[in-house]
């Protein structure tokens, strides 16, 4: 099981002077190569934590928003990854852009979004993920589905189609605030491009090449 990447490379004379702008671009690129069927889901990222005793964990979650201020997405604050950065808020991201042969690794620390920003992004959502907002007691354990598809049931008849689902107190997001931003690039006989961006007290940032 061994894929051999042929991709072009990664100069450091082409890249952004900001990580976020890089990220941008392989963004849309990779969102470019998800509406022919290339990549599934390219929000999809692995967000890593760690507890306060320095075990980690791991799950996919969708990235929602990404700015010059870092990397944006949602979830309940009873979940354990929120219970996590609430003791420490030192996270890592990756996304897995395979079929590119790319990846973007994030290492930084995790705040919380404001209430106004958290209520107009769950404006947005589907009503049924609204509804989901509710039933769902993230990462906590539950005696069967049955449980889940009754509470989902009753939510429904409070709240059914076209009606205002209010925004939940434990449900939220959290911004990235970036620290380090790496781009790694597949290429032949594993020597691949890793260009790192890493952040300067003065708010520039120093792109470093690593070795593969």
Do not use: C
């Amino acid at each position: 099981m061994r894929a051999h990447y042929r991709a072009e490379g990664l100069d450091e004379g082409d890249v952004a002077a900001h990580p976020m702008e890089q990220f941008s671009r392989w963004f849309k690129q990779a969102a470019q190569a998800a509406l022919h069927g290339f990549i599934h889901e390219p929000n999809a990222m692995i967000v890593s934590t760690a507890d306060a005793e320095g075990r980690p964990s791991s799950r996919t979650v969708l990235l929602k928003a990404y700015d010059e201020q870092g990397f944006v997405f949602y979830t309940n604050y009873d979940s354990r990854k929120a219970q996590e950065l609430a003791r420490n808020p030192y996270i890592s991201l990756l996304f897995p852009w395979h079929p590119m042969a790319r990846q973007v690794i994030v290492t930084g620390t995790a705040r919380r979004t404001g209430r106004d920003e958290t209520a107009a992004y769950f404006r947005t959502r589907p009503h049924g993920s609204q509804l989901g907002a509710w039933a769902s007691t993230q990462s906590q354990v539950i005696a069967g589905r049955d449980e889940l598809d009754f509470l989902y049931a009753e939510l429904s008849t409070r709240y059914p189609e076209g009606e205002q689902v209010p925004v939940p107190p434990h449900w939220g997001g959290f911004r990235i605030a970036p620290r380090t931003v790496e781009f790694w690039q597949g290429r032949e006989n594993r020597l691949h491009d890793r260009l790192r961006y890493a952040a300067e007290p003065d708010g520039s940032w120093r792109i470093e090449r690593l070795s593969p």
